[in-house]
């Protein structure tokens, strides 16, 4: 199995970026397509972007499309969501989620959807 670390998240003025990371360990020979979701207080889990494990789909929520950018680095076991024009909406625990396989899929982007590995989140504020 492959173990998952997020890292990245922090405070920061609306307007302002942070680049958060996804670092996988374990069998990280193995594909595995990368989702990241967050929790704001008082919400349900959100679906924020995801990519396949070659990087040949994407997928992002309308509410982050065109400020956040999802992209891997496979040679170093990374994912990174870059988010730029940060707004208070935007203030939650992030944690990235693995899929076994090559395939990226529609299904993924719901809460419920059975990801084989979870990380333990990034606390990410935006303060006004």
């Known amino acids: 199995q492959v173990q998952l670390v997020e890292s990245g998240g922090g405070l920061v003025q609306a307007g302002g970026s942070l680049r958060l990371s996804c670092a996988a360990s374990g069998r990280t020979r193995t594909s595995y397509a990368i989702s990241w979701f967050r929790q704001a207080p008082g919400k349900e889990r959100e679906f924020v972007a995801a990519?396949?494990?070659?990087?040949?789909?994407?997928y992002y929520a309308d509410s982050v499309k065109g400020r956040f950018t999802i992209s891997r680095d496979n040679a170093k076991n990374t994912v990174y969501l870059q988010m730029n024009s940060l707004k208070p909406e935007d203030t939650a625990v992030y944690y990235c989620a693995a899929d076994r396989g090559l395939r990226l899929i529609p299904a993924m982007k719901k809460p419920e959807y059975q990801y084989d590995t979870w990380g333990q989140g990034t606390q990410v504020t935006v303060s006004s």
């Open positions: 990519i396949s494990a070659i990087s040949i789909t994407i």
